[in-house]
Each structure stands twice: as structure tokens, then as C-alpha cells.
């Protein structure tokens, strides 16, 4: 299998797979999750639940009172490379290109020079979480198998991207198929990892904000 | 033809300082230093025509004859055109007059008379399927007369995308088994000169390289000119600073099209392919694909005809994914079945309940 072939492949036949798992875990796992259901609390609401749910989806995005100075590389690091993802994987042309194709949606990119700075800045916020997961004791413990994997599915497409764009390590033709590759393998492992957040994590900061509302924890 | 080149190329009315100039040209086309131009030059001129111009023979197989036609197109009056005459090219079907048994007779005689001094050129792929059958020239297979040939060869090149892997023959589904030329011959210095059809300036280059040098210049791992196949059209597009500002023609005849923005998204395949079109250029550096308003189809690249299709852009899926519906419809399934099991399981817990009563408490308390 030569360059092309390879890229070929992966943008063909290993793509049909990587999507096809993708779908399936994630129809899977979200039919399963909601359907799950909760018993009903039969005491009377002290807030309005709904309410509290839609407040909790925004606040917990905010870091509460004192905890940036606390544990700056955690909110901050985290912050840099949430968005950094965002913006690299939905602002950057060909990644438009791809979604137009998959689904028709398309809109405006940003310049490739600036999607080269957001990259190196998620890159370097990525290492700096992984880092602080090393160093501090409290997180080390906490940390399995499961955590060091995901980081590495993550950060692998963005450093391959980001080498294949610079023409760096190896020829852009392996160098793309390298980046697709390892944007596959991020695909088929996000519905069966904690890397599910991707879809989960409103539904469930709803829920808990409805919850507490419920109870009358202010919110 | 029978002097010192240079006097032939006076005879044709080119000047010495047109000569030098095209020497060094050709010399940092290829990334020489630049006395290589002057040693080339000399080399070139120099020879007696007659007693050093090293005999060629052009063998065409499974091809289209556009190899020859790109050749030709730059053959006359240009100065390329020249320094390929002035090899012995004493085979080549298309442009030689004789016919029949007469080149027959001609094939023979140029390699009984210059064994392992000739350079062997080939265009088009060799069919291996029915033993070669699908493709016979004098009663004889390409095959076959690959295998009879090739040992006399000095070095051999592979001009053009089929002889150098394959290419359009090859393509899915092969119906003659086509392969390349280095898929038969494993034990000759290979150059592969690969297009479709190839930039002619890239053929005397490495002609000029062999005069000159007796070797044939530094090759990639596919066995193509580095000089020539060391960077991307990308790289060197002159609608590259398009691209990186995001702005795309979208179709043929937009806005962006005519403005001449990045076909990236058109289905340019600039990015994969390693040629020297953006910089030297077509019929004597009047245009090229991408100047002229379509994207590179990538011909210089192994299987390019198998590559996902010239119009989708390099980011898009090469097939239609046809896995998705399916995948989606089993992993609903999967969910709706999971879900059952777990409401069973709850069911099944709650049915397993046993109610506490305040009385049950105060019995055991009795005991």
C-alpha cells in the first residue's frame, strides 16, 4: 500500500467504519442512558426544577468563586483547549468541507494562519493538563487507564493535523492520512469512553440542576 | 549529425550562449551546483555526436502514445527538442519510419549493437494477465519482450504513469493484470518518470543528467527525479496564499473561479502530488492545469484514477459511506434492547422489594 492508497483508504473504507461505530455507540449509548429514567420525586417542588435545570447548564461552565486561583491549570487549561478543539474542528476549511459533504450544513472558515495559532495553543494547553495530572498527587490517584487514553486520542489528531498542515515529520500525503487516521480512531472510541461528555454533559447538568431545584437547593 | 553537438546546434541556429543558458537552466531546474550547467555543457558539446550519442530505444506498451505526444509538442524549435535528437534514438514506433519487419530488423540490430549501453525507454504498463496476451507488438508479448530486452539496458526509464506504476490500465478493476515496469525488472537502475502525461523539460533533464554524468540522477523512494518530484504542486501553487486565507472557488464558474481563488475544494489533488508543474510550467511556460482553471488530478501519483474521484475535494469521503444508516439503525436497536434488559432488571428488583412495616420492626424487637 502506497501513500496515496493509504489515504485513500482512510478517507474511504476506514472512514465508512470509523462513522459507522461512531453512530452506533452513540445512538446506543444516548437511547440507553435516557431510557434509563428516574423515580418520580413525589414531594412537592421548593423551586421551579425546569428552571434550575437550564441555570445549571450555563453555571457550571463558569468556574464558582476562588476556584481559577486555586486550580488555575485545571479551569484555565481546560478552557484553552475546549475551545481550542472547537474552534480547529469546526472553523478550519476542509474540516467544513467534510461536514458540508456529510451532511449539507456549511459555514464561513477562518484563516488557516489562525487556525495554526489555535492548534499550537491547544497542543500546548493539552500537555500542560497532562502535566498537572502528573504531577499533582490527588489527581495522579485518580487517574486510570481510561484517562491517559482519551487525552492521547485527543491530542494525536490535533498534533497530526497541525504536522501535516506544517509539512512536518513526514511527506503530507502519509501525514494526512496519519491525521484521518487517528481522527477515526478518536471516533470509534468517543461513545465508549468518558469522552461521551461530548454528548452528554448538558443533559446531565440539566438533570442535576432540576434535581437540586427540586430539593430547594438554591441555584 | 555527424560533428561535435555544438556545431549541430549551430547548424540549427542556436548560439553557444543559448546552449550555455539552457545548460544551466536545465542544471538548477535540477538542483545541480552550478558548474554542473558548465559541465553538462561541455559534456554535451563536446561529444562527437556520432561516436558518443548513447543509442535509445523507446518500447511503448499498454499506453495512449500521449507520452510521445507530450514529448513531441516540445520537440521542435525548442532547444529541449534538440538535445533529444541529438541521443540516437534509433526505436520509437510513432515517430520512426519504418515499419513491419524493417523496425523489427532495427530492434534487433540497435541491442545486439549496444549491449548494456542503451537506454531503455518505456511508456505504458505491461499486461500480465493471459500471459501477456492483451497487449502484443510483432506477434510478441510486452512481456515478453520486456524480459528479452531489459537485460541489455544500461539503466531503463519508466515515462509516464503507466510504465512508472501502473496507471490507467491498472485502474480497479485491471481487467489485463497491468503492472508497472519495476514490477518485472528488479535488477536495472529504474527511473520512474511519472505523468500523464510527464513534463517533456523532465525527460532531456534526465537525459541530460545521463550524458553528462553517465549516472542517473537522485531519485525519491518511488524512483522519480528528487530535482523534479521533491515538492508539492501545493507548495509551490501560486493560488497557494488563496488557500491559506480560506477562499475557494466553489464551482467552475463563480466568483472565486474567476478571481482565481484556491480549487481546493473543487477536488485539486496539488496537495498529494509531487511534480514540478507550478514551476516549470507547460508548452514552453505558457500555462498549466491549475493556471488554466482546473485542479491537479494528481498523475503523477501511484493510482491516481483510484484516488476518491477528481471532483471531491481531498477532506471528503473517497466513497459514499454506506456503513451509516445501517450502523445507525443497529446501534437504536442495540439501545431499545439494552433499555428492555434494564427495565426488566428493574422490574425484577421491585418485584424482589419487601416491605418493612413499623410492626415487622416491633415484632422482631418482641423476639
Known amino acids: 500500500m502506497n501513500e496515496l492508497q493509504f489515504l485513500t483508504w482512510v478517507r474511504g473504507t476506514g472512514l465508512n467504519i470509523a462513522v459507522g461505530l461512531f453512530l452506533l455507540g452513540v445512538l446506543w449509548r444516548l437511547i440507553e442512558i435516557y431510557s434509563l ?3 418520580k420525586d413525589l414531594s412537592a417542588p421548593r423551586h421551579v426544577a425546569g428552571a434550575s435545570g437550564w441555570n445549571t447548564v450555563f453555571r ?14 485545571s479551569y484555565l487549561g481546560g478552557y484553552a483547549f475546549h475551545i481550542g478543539l472547537a474552534i480547529v474542528v469546526f472553523l478550519f476549511a476542509p474540516h467544513i468541507k467534510l461536514i458540508q459533504s456529510l451532511t449539507g450544513l456549511s459555514w464561513p472558515a477562518l484563516p488557516s494562519q489562525f487556525i495554526d495559532l489555535v492548534a499550537v495553543v491547544t497542543l500546548a494547553a493539552m500537555v500542560v493538563v497532562l502535566a498537572d495530572r502528573i504531577n499533582k498527587p490527588v489527581k495522579r490517584f485518580l487517574s486510570t487507564f481510561e ?12 498534533l497530526t493535523g497541525w504536522l501535516a498542515v506544517r509539512h512536518l515529520l513526514f511527506p503530507y500525503t502519509t501525514m494526512l492520512a496519519l491525521h484521518i487516521l487517528s481522527v477515526e480512531i478518536l471516533l470509534v472510541v468517543l461513545p465508549f469512553t468518558k469522552l461521551f461528555h ?7 447538568r440539566w438533570f442535576n440542576g432540576a434535581v437540586n431545584g427540586h430539593k430547594g437547593v438554591a441555584v | ?9 549551430a547548424l540549427h541556429g542556436v548560439s553557444r550562449r543559448t546552449f550555455l543558458k539552457y545548460c ?7 538542483a545541480l551546483p552550478p558548474a554542473a550547467g558548465v559541465a553538462m555543457a561541455e559534456a554535451m558539446a563536446a561529444a562527437p555526436a556520432a561516436a558518443k550519442r548513447p543509442s ?19 520537440h521542435s524549435p525548442s532547444i529541449e527538442g534538440m538535445i533529444f535528437d541529438m541521443v540516437s534514438l534509433d526505436y520509437q514506433e510513432t515517430l520512426m519510419a519504418a515499419a513491419g519487419h524493417q523496425a523489427e530488423e532495427v530492434l534487433r540490430k540497435t541491442v545486439e549493437a549496444n549491449k548494456g549501453q542503451f537506454l531503455l525507454i518505456i511508456d505504458g504498463s505491461v499486461a500480465t494477465g493471459l500471459d501477456g496476451a492483451y497487449s502484443c507488438i510483432a506477434g510478441r508479448s510486452n512481456l515478453a519482450l520486456l524480459k528479452e530486452i531489459a537485460p541489455h539496458a544500461a539503466a531503463i526509464v519508466a515515462m509516464g504513469s503507466c510504465a512508472a506504476y501502473g496507471g490507467l490500465p491498472k485502474a480497479k478493476p485491471n481487467p489485463t493484470g497491468a503492472v508497472s515496469v519495476s514490477d518485472i525488472v528488479k535488477d536495472k537502475p529504474i527511473v520512474n518518470i511519472p505523468g500523464c502525461p510527464p513534463i517533456p523539460v523532465v525527460m532531456t533533464g534526465v537525459l541530460a543528467h545521463f550524458l553528462t554524468f553517465g549516472s542517473l540522477p537522485d531519485l ?11 515538492e508539492t504542486i501545493h507548495d509551490r501553487c501560486y493560488r497557494r496564499p488563496f488557500y491559506d486565507q480560506g477562499k475557494f472557488a466553489k464551482t467552475f464558474d463563480d466568483e472565486g473561479a474567476r478571481n482565481g481563488w484556491c480549487l481546493f475544494e473543487l477536488g485539486c489533488k496539488g496537495p498529494v502530488t509531487y511534480n514540478a508543474c507550478a514551476t516549470v510550467k507547460w508548452n514552453g511556460g505558457t500555462s498549466w492545469p491549475v493556471e488554466s482553471g482546473h485542479g491537479c488530478l494528481g498523475c503523477s501519483e501511484p493510482n491516481f484514477w483510484d484516488a476518491g474521484g477528481f471532483y471531491k475535494a481531498l477532506s471528503m469521503p473517497a466513497n459514499p459511506l454506506r456503513m451509516a444508516a445501517g450502523a445507525a439503525v443497529a446501534g437504536a436497536a442495540a439501545g431499545v434492547a439494552v433499555s428492555f434488559a434494564n427495565r426488566a432488571k428493574k422490574k425484577d428488583a421491585k418485584a424482589a422489594h419487601e416491605t418493612t412495616t413499623l410492626a415487622d420492626l416491633e415484632k422482631s424487637e418482641e423476639r
Open chain 2, 220 to 230: 525519491d523512494k518511488l524512483g522519480r527525479p528528487k530535482a523534479f518530484y521533491g
Open chain 1, 198 to 204: 461530548a454528548f452528554t454533559v448538558f443533559g446531565s
Open chain 1, 60 to 73: 457550571r461552565s463558569i468556574p464558582p468563586e476562588g476556584m481559577v486561583k486555586r486550580s488555575p491549570v
Open chain 2, 1 to 9: 549529425m555527424q560533428g561535435p553537438l555544438i556545431d549541430t546546434l
Open chain 1, 147 to 158: 484517562d491517559w487514553f482519551t487525552w492521547t486520542v485527543t491530542f494525536l489528531p490535533v
Open chain 2, 56 to 74: 535509445v530505444i523507446w518500447l511503448p506498451f499498454q499506453e495512449c502514445t500521449g507520452c510521445t505526444e507530450s514529448i513531441t509538442r516540445s
Open chain 1, 37 to 39: 429514567g428516574r423515580k
Open chain 2, 24 to 30: 544551466s537552466t536545465l542544471a538548477s531546474l535540477m
